[in-house]
């Protein structure tokens, strides 16, 4: 076996992208399939020249549409596949991540999502959050972390294999374009000695044994004759999905403990203006608390209502025109309580931006 | 000693790798090139990127006195996301007056760029110096470090500019000059100097404790929201 890519612990200093692609060594990815696109494709290049060294693998396709079936081929095959994609390249990733969902291919994918719509911009967005968490057709289940920022890219990526693998969901790794570029240090380490086991992978085809003899057999369809065969293999995805989500929903919250003026929501890479917003607020004397969630898909409702109980208003913050509110409004239905919004679709958000915007909104 | 001081033209290139230190390094540089009274090109050579780098700082820069050879967001209006993208003013940039310094984008392939550069091969002048940094796990050991500068092609120097952002220790800097002193006596080649930022300067005397001369430098890179 190949030397381990990561050894120990150490503190580093790198780009999003570049960690990315540490982070699947150290997860013992077999293998990347990608088509190029900005701000992704510095996730290929690392993987391409770091991979051969530990004899890992690469195939760049014709397009996304194919880089999304090659993985979820590879999944099928029994390697730990992966690729990234962002932007248009993600509009055409949701037809094989669709049918990953419907015959429970545990494929990972890391979006740094850019500007939209369309080809828009290259540098940065939020805006991929409803198609990355809702993109497929029918009602797919997926996961999909929402990080903000190198050492989360690190953890959440490992972590996102073995999500995948145990859960058998394809799973995603949602960043953005400033984490994809930005430069900060993180800690880099060998799961294995921090204790994270890497969920064994198998092949999902070619088991040994004849079907129904030696085995159960091994259905692996994404067609269905009937509406009723298909309800019944949906319900069954949707009850195993509903099970799991309690195991799967990670959040983070700070200064919730208290009554609050304000909560404000956010996520990803934005969630850090917010944490930066707070001391700010508090040499105003508002109380402000903020509730990030990690997961945006399963997204943790009963943790998001419990810190919104506690607030008098809310202030959702996101660099889109309202795809995280959305995400908002349906956690928190039927809870009275006035919902502000700084939505800045494509653009960073600031700290100071925020405390500006609660100001005024007194 | 009498007689008149002769400016000498600078031409210096910083190469390496993303996150190694190259535009902090070519800012600075830069601005120290100013502060002698010399006229100074400043000049950012992403041709796969150019939207990312010295864009968001080019006013600032521009303002401190430098001629400031970057894209600026109105100056891309319509380009989209043009692939490779050369401003004429780039290809030329060696034919300015003064002082010239180049700041080389992307990675292990922004030296190729070189061939677009007007001049390139012949300028008796140009410097090219390689930034590394082993906080960077592709750079961080002898052997990486020598062979990553064979595969840049031509260098000049080496320049240490180890650091973790705001979290730079001199332990850091130290074990840096340690290692890629040691890379650089293997290739043949001069550690040119140790970049310190601002915070840790009063913790370097002259030089770092392989003999290289310290640098002290500015961060301007975390103002840089693109």
């Known amino acids: 076996m190949s030397e381990k890519p990561v050894k120990g612990e150490r503190r580093v200093f790198m780009t999003g992208n570049e960690v990315c692609a540490w982070a699947a060594l150290a997860a013992e990815a077999d293998i990347m399939y990608g088509y190029p696109i900005t701000p992704q494709t510095d996730i290929m290049q690392y993987w391409t020249r770091l991979g051969p060294k530990f004899g890992r693998k690469f195939l760049q396709t014709e397009d996304e549409i194919s880089a999304g079936f090659t993985t979820v081929g590879g999944v099928i095959a029994g390697k730990r596949a992966f690729s990234a994609t962002t932007g248009p390249g993600n509009t055409l990733f949701q037809e094989p991540m669709s049918m990953a969902e419907m015959m429970r291919i545990p494929t990972v994918v890391i979006i740094p999502q850019r500007g939209g719509p369309s080809t828009a911009t290259v540098i940065y967005s939020q805006q991929e959050v409803t198609m990355t968490t809702f993109g497929g057709n029918g009602e797919g289940f997926r996961i999909v972390y929402s990080t903000a920022g190198h050492q989360d890219l690190y953890d959440y990526t490992i972590k996102a294999f073995n999500t995948a693998w145990k859960y058998r969901f394809p799973t995603f790794v949602l960043g953005d374009g400033y984490q994809a570029k930005m430069r900060e240090p993180l800690t880099i380490y060998d799961p294995a000695e921090r204790g994270i086991k890497m969920v064994e992978t198998e092949p999902l085809v070619g088991l040994p044994g004849t079907p129904g003899v030696d085995r159960p057999a091994q259905y ?119 919902i502000d919004t700084l939505l800045r679709p494509g653009v960073g958000v600031t700290a100071e931006e925020i405390v500006d915007r609660i100001k005024e909104g007194r | 000693m009498g007689g008149c001081i002769k400016t000498v033209r600078v031409v210096e290139a910083f190469v390496g790798e993303y996150a190694s230190g190259k535009s902090e390094n070519a800012i600075n540089r830069s601005l120290e090139l100013l502060s002698q009274n010399q006229k100074v090109t400043l000049v950012d050579l992403d041709t796969v990127e150019p939207f990312y780098t010295l864009r968001p700082l080019k006013k600032a820069l521009q303002e401190m006195g430098l001629n400031v050879i970057a894209w600026s967001p109105e100056q891309t209006m319509g380009l989209g996301e043009a692939g490779s993208l050369l401003n004429p003013e780039m290809i030329w940039a060696l034919k300015n007056e003064g002082s010239i310094v180049l700041d080389i984008g992307y990675g ?41 500068i064979k595969d840049l092609g031509n260098v000049d120097g080496l320049i240490n500019n180890t650091h973790l952002g705001s979290e730079t220790t001199p332990d850091v800097i130290e074990e840096g000059a340690w290692v890629i002193t040691e890379a650089a006596r293997e290739l043949g080649l001069p550690v040119m100097y140790t970049a310190v930022c601002q915070e840790l300067a009063d913790k370097f005397a002259n030089t770092d404790k392989m003999g290289n001369p310290i640098k002290i430098i500015r961060r301007f890179m975390p103002q840089a929201f693109w």
Not at chain 1, 223 to 247: G, H, Q, R
Not at chain 1, 250 to 258: H, S
Not at chain 1, 280 to 287: F, S, T
Not at chain 1, 309 to 314: F, S
Request: aromatic share 8%; charged share 30%.
């Open chain 2, 108 to 148: 292990v392939h922004g030296a190729k760029i070189f061939n677009l550069i007007e001049g390139a091969d012949t300028d008796p002048n140009l410097q090219v110096y390689a930034v590394v940094s082993i906080a960077r796990p592709m750079t961080a050991t002898k052997e990486d470090i020598v062979r990553y």
């Open chain 1, 220 to 338: 692996l369809r994404n067609t269905y004759n009937t509406e009723e065969e298909l309800y019944d293999v949906v319900m069954d995805i949707a009850k195993d999905y509903e099970k799991a989500a309690p195991e799967i929903i990670e959040w983070q919250d700070f200064d919730t403990d208290t009554e609050m003026d304000v909560l404000i929501l956010a996520h990803g890479v934005v969630s850090r203006s917010a944490q930066g917003a707070l001391p700010l607020l508090k040499d105003e004397g508002i109380r402000a608390g903020h509730f990030r969630p990690i997961t945006l898909r399963p997204m943790p409702e009963e943790q998001m209502r419990r810190a919104a109980a506690k607030a008098k208003r809310i202030l959702v913050v996101e660099s889109a025109y309202g795809q995280f509110l959305k995400l908002v409004k349906q956690s928190l239905y039927g809870m009275d309580k006035p």
